[in-house]
């Protein structure tokens, strides 16, 4: 019997952590930290698993919101086996590393809530067990008498570098969970490799399902609509913040603008990097020869680029055009994209371009749905301000289209589909598109806390 219960991540994008209990052998899928809320709310409901088997928890990649709450998970199961991609353990060591920082500015510890500090995290990394690609590992449950085999293997999720979709096998079962996926080619990666086998159960997530993707254009063109909007600004004499993210979205970013330059589609300008999204772009190009690349010889580093933490004042970014690549992706209070768009905000000649999706409530939402001339209020503190800058928003996906979620569901052939990782619409249309396509597949939409069980 297999037993799935939802500790986080259903119904929202948040604190993805799923537990399984595949014939007494207790496996966590994933185990994030919610990026908008702090402290214990932040985190799974670790509670519901306290007195059930626990014996491992696989990683499906490095973003905070997929293994921020590990240190926590681990506090609490201190024998549980990790195992990820050998690129998601060394983006972890990175990003782990920077939460620690992070953490200790924004909370004031609660009872049941202590930081993590750099000591524990460097002994969780030690500890994670790394399998390559479709390299498969057996589990076995530490309460178990006699011992079943499940066997977990890795696939190329298309979404970040050592993305994974994990393939589960016990048995006859096949269950197959997408983590974040991308079926399309980005500027380095290129997009997923499915399991080439029908699975039972199809746990996939669902982040896109109510984006209507004919506002979603192409990667190619996506981009040339972006440097023709970026060679007016800078021809006026302007320059372009992106938010972004650290891990993922700052380079692919920053490799589509250097071979747009390259190709003479973009002006050549200074280009602003900086903090851990150098780092995590060193760990891209060190593995590039050992993961699927769409040009394995290009180096990130290779791209000339100034430290934007180094810049003492920002009127600086104005004096020539430069495009400046900043974090966090959703300009969440207090990080380098939030500060320096108040200041770009003022500049009637420079343009903030946003490239990827946006939480409500963010105020990366804000902006995004803002334009010159609007009158915007960022936060309880700030002011009403005028946008005076051009704020323009693109889409550089790095998850699938809803339609290709159900090509998923096509090519995978599952009788049960649960759906997790996206908002309450977004679960609506694809289980309504799935029921209506596949007559007899079953559809549960996750639910935190809500057991399913399948024979
Ligand atoms: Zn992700």
Partial sequence: MIKFLP??????IGANSYYLNISGVGIILDCGMHPQKIG???LPN??????????????SHAHQDHLGALPYLVQKHPYIKIISTPQTRALAELTLHNSVTILKQQVTEEPNFKVYDHEEIDLLIRSIEYKSYNEAVYLSGYNQKTKPTVSA????????LGSAGILLEYNSKKIFYTGDINLNNQELLPGAILPNTKVDVLIMETTYGDTDSSTILSWKEESLR????????????????????????????LALIWNLMKTGKLTEA?????????KISNVYDYNRYVVNRIDPDFEISSIPQKDLYEVDQPEKFFKNPSIVLAPSGMMIEGTASFNLARRWLKQSNSAIFTVGYMEEKTPGFVFSNSKKGDKIKLNEITDIEEVKCTIESFRFSSHSKREELVKIVERLK???????????????????????????????????GKEIIIN
């Fill in 7 to 12: 500790l986080g991540g259903a119904c929202e």
């Fill in 40 to 42: 214990i709310s932040s």
């Fill in 46 to 59: 670790l509670e519901l698993i306290k007195n059930l088997n626990v014996d491992y928890v696989l990683i």
């Fill in 153 to 160: 293997s890795f696939y190329d999720a298309g979404h970040i």
């Fill in 226 to 253: 972006f440097a023709a909007s970026i060679n007016k600004i800078m021809n006026a004499g302007g320059s372009i913040l992106i938010p972004v993210f650290s891990l993922g979205k700052m380079q692919e970013i």
């Fill in 270 to 278: 200074d280009i602003y990097t900086g903090g851990i999204a150098n």
């Fill in 414 to 448: 599952p009788e049960i589909v649960i759906l997790v990782h996206g908002s309450l619409n977004a679960i609506d249309w694809i289980g309504n598109a799935v029921l209506k396509k596949f007559k007899g597949t079953k559809v549960f939409a996750a639910t935190s």
